[in-house]
């Protein structure tokens, strides 16, 4: 499997809104926290080490 | 001049003159063993059985007070049943399945070890390491009444050798005056700050991790159940950053306290700061008396080879690992399990000095795969930095709602034995649909099989393991014999032997080292293919 970089979102301005309010009103320490918590369960959906691997490395090198 | 450096819970080996220090040049040994601590002891005691002299030299004169190892694995007591060590172990070791883990004051999720069905010792038991070390030496007692040339001289301390092509000198000092004694070969098995290795100059690298550990083994009356319970973070007071309850024999728990780097050790040990961590955690009116304490730091960290020349390093002294998941002794044990067969048949002539070297390279593939282990669990037990602690936190948020975050949960992971995967002395793996737990390299998993268990109709030999398929009842190469261990799938209740050793094949044929690792497998008997792979496997190319 490969990780996909092309565009996937069912609706990007919907999902991107949903992220922001979910941050809503938390500090930022308690959004850290939460962006764990979502690394970890998304990170589990996807399930394959390899993928992950993949979205690591996209995440590190933005430039890329 | 000779003091003891720690106190005894059982004198077993009194200090005795022997006749090596009367003589006028230095008495020459097959194999002399230095140190006779666990993996000493068991060293001994795996030649011993085979017939080989062997003599254990020291320092003390019986096993060390206090626990250290508790945990006992599986791999462990499959390969003490060999040397008819396990029975007494397994009488007295506490048996457990159940874990539960905390994060602050609340229980994140309990676990069940489930073990498989079908193997003759549990996955673990709980024992203190002195009744582990006794049992062992009881057995070398047995032993050496039934003829084993096994030697056990207490209270000789090395204190220099000299390296040699095919022998090492060693200085011995005893209560009546120094000796010297030659070795043919030296086992090194002088613990974690291995005297040997420093008159060897030789290096030990590795990640030594900065955090004190305070163990206290105290007798309760009290009826905490026997299960492992683990504390991320505990609420209680002053308990430090992690916390563990353990069950030992005798009403015995072990506790052990993660508490830091900068601590005044002295301060910590004292009696009355001890039970004030313990109250706090067992709460008030909690009767229970403190029977051990001891501050512990750790490294992850081993030798380059194992292997110099004449001298072999195992146990702690060749390599060392954080205590979550049990690896020490535990890995020292495998350690002789693979050493005792090889230099068995180097000393007899029966296989070149190069299947030493497979000695090193397939322990050392065990011990990487123990430090990476215990090194993952490190970190999750105590994050170094900001972020990891927040990711460790996470996933025990999530655990104990969602089931996927469990497995991410690492208070240690237990000590199962390594496959040498691609070792040096693995064959052909020519079973059509073989199941992967059994692929040369593999410890052989127990099964049951007739009224009693595959790992003990094994031997201590090379095996011929048959499966519904033909083959004489030997193989020989070169004076070393394979004898055949002929069994049927319909022996085995529940299809465990077909499940665990065919998989797809309607039938097998399997090589099996003495260390009961699999060394190569067959769908049929083939006489050139079997004698070929038991050539490789005593290293003779
Ligand atoms: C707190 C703690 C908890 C642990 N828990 C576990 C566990 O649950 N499970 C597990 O498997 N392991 C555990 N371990 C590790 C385990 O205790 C060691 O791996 C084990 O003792 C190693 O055995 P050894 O024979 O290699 O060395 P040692 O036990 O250290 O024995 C070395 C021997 O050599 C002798 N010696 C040293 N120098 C000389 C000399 N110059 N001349 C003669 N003799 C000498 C010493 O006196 C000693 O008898 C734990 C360790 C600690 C500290």
């Known amino acids: 499997m490969t990780l996909t970089l092309d565009p996937n979102l069912s609706d990007p301005d919907g999902v991107y809104c949903d992220l922001l309010a979910a941050h809503e009103g938390l500090s930022e320490a308690e959004s850290h926290a939460f962006n764990a918590r979502l690394i970890l369960i998304l990170g589990n959906h996807i399930g394959d080490r390899e993928v992950l691997k993949q979205a690591l490395d996209a995440a590190a090198r933005p430039d890329r | 001049m000779l003091d003891d450096r720690y106190g005894l819970a059982f004198k077993l080996y009194p200090y005795a003159k022997c006749a090596d220090q009367d003589a006028g040049a230095p008495v020459r040994h097959p194999v002399v063993v230095l140190g006779g601590g666990p993996i000493g002891i068991a060293t001994a005691l795996d030649l011993g059985l085979q017939g080989i002299p062997v003599v254990v030299l020291d320092d003390h004169e019986g096993i060390g007070q206090g626990s250290r190892a508790i945990c006992f694995a599986k791999r462990t007591l499959e390969i003490c049943d060999r040397w008819g060590a396990a029975a007494p172990m397994l009488g007295k070791g506490v048996v457990w399945n159940l874990g539960k883990v905390f994060h602050e004051d609340r229980k994140v999720f309990e676990f069940n070890l489930l073990p498989e069905d079908g193997h003759k010792f549990p996955a673990f038991i709980n024992l203190q390491q002195p009744y582990f070390e006794r049992f062992l030496v009881e057995r070398v007692r047995e032993a050496q009444t039934q003829g084993a040339p096994i030697e056990i001289r207490g209270k000789n301390r090395v204190d220099a050798a000299e390296v040699r092509d095919d022998h090492v000198l060693l200085d011995v000092m005893t209560p009546e005056g120094p000796y010297r004694v030659a070795a043919d070969w030296l086992i090194g098995a002088d613990g974690a700050g291995s005297p040997l290795r420093k008159m060897m100059g030789l290096d030990f690298e590795g990640r030594v991790f900065t955090d004190n550990f305070l163990i206290a083994d105290i007798r309760m009356s009290a009826n905490f159940p026997t299960e492992r319970w683990f504390w991320f973070e505990p609420s209680f007071k002053s308990s430090g950053a992690s916390c563990l309850?353990?069950?030992?024999?005798?009403?015995?728990?072990?506790?052990?306290f993660q508490i830091g780097w900068d601590v005044d050790r002295a301060k910590?040990?004292?009696e009355e700061n001890i039970r004030a961590r313990l109250d706090a955690m067992l709460g008030d009116g909690v009767e229970y008396e403190i029977?051990?304490?001891?501050?512990y730091t750790f490294q992850c960290r081993r030798m380059k080879r194992f292997r110099h020349g004449r001298v072999l390093f195992a146990g702690d002294a060749a390599h060392q690992v954080s205590p979550f998941g049990a690896r020490g002794a535990n890995s020292g044990i495998q350690d002789v399990d693979n050493l005792g067969w090889k230099l068995g048949l180097v000393v007899a002539g029966k296989a070149p000095e190069s299947l030493l070297d497979t000695y090193c390279a397939e322990r050392c593939h065990g011990a990487d795969e123990n430090i990476l282990?215990?090194?993952?669990?490190?970190d999750f037990?105590?994050?170094k930095s900001a972020i990891s602690h927040l990711f460790r936190n996470a996933v025990l948020d999530l655990a104990e709602r969602h089931a996927f975050a469990r497995p991410l949960v690492n208070s240690g992971r237990l000590s199962v034995p390594c496959s040498y995967d691609a070792g040096p002395l693995n064959g052909a793996d020519a079973l059509t649909g073989g199941p992967a737990r059994t692929r040369p390299g593999a410890p052989c998993p127990d099964a049951p099989v007739a009224d009693g268990y595959l790992l003990e109709r094994l031997g201590t030999n090379f095996t011929l393991l048959t499966i519904d398929a033909d083959a004489p009842e030997a193989v020989e190469d070169g004076g070393i014999t394979a004898t055949r261990l002929a069994?049927?799938?319909?022996?085995?209740?529940?299809?465990?032997?077909?499940?665990?050793?065919l998989g797809d094949a309607s039938s097998g044929v399997y090589l099996i080292r003495p260390d009961q690792h699999v060394a190569a497998r067959w769908d049929v008997f083939e006489a050139d293919a079997v004698r070929a792979a038991l050539h490789h496997a005593c290293a003779k190319e």
């Open chain 2, 373 to 378: 282990n215990s090194t993952r669990s490190t």
């Open chain 2, 268 to 270: 910590e040990l004292k």
């Open chain 2, 381 to 383: 037990i105590t994050p």
């Open chain 2, 245 to 256: 309850l353990h069950k030992q024999p005798d009403g015995i728990w072990r506790v052990d």
């Open chain 2, 291 to 295: 029977v051990w304490s001891s501050i």
């Open chain 2, 487 to 501: 069994l049927s799938t319909s022996e085995s209740p529940a299809g465990a032997l077909a499940e665990r050793y």
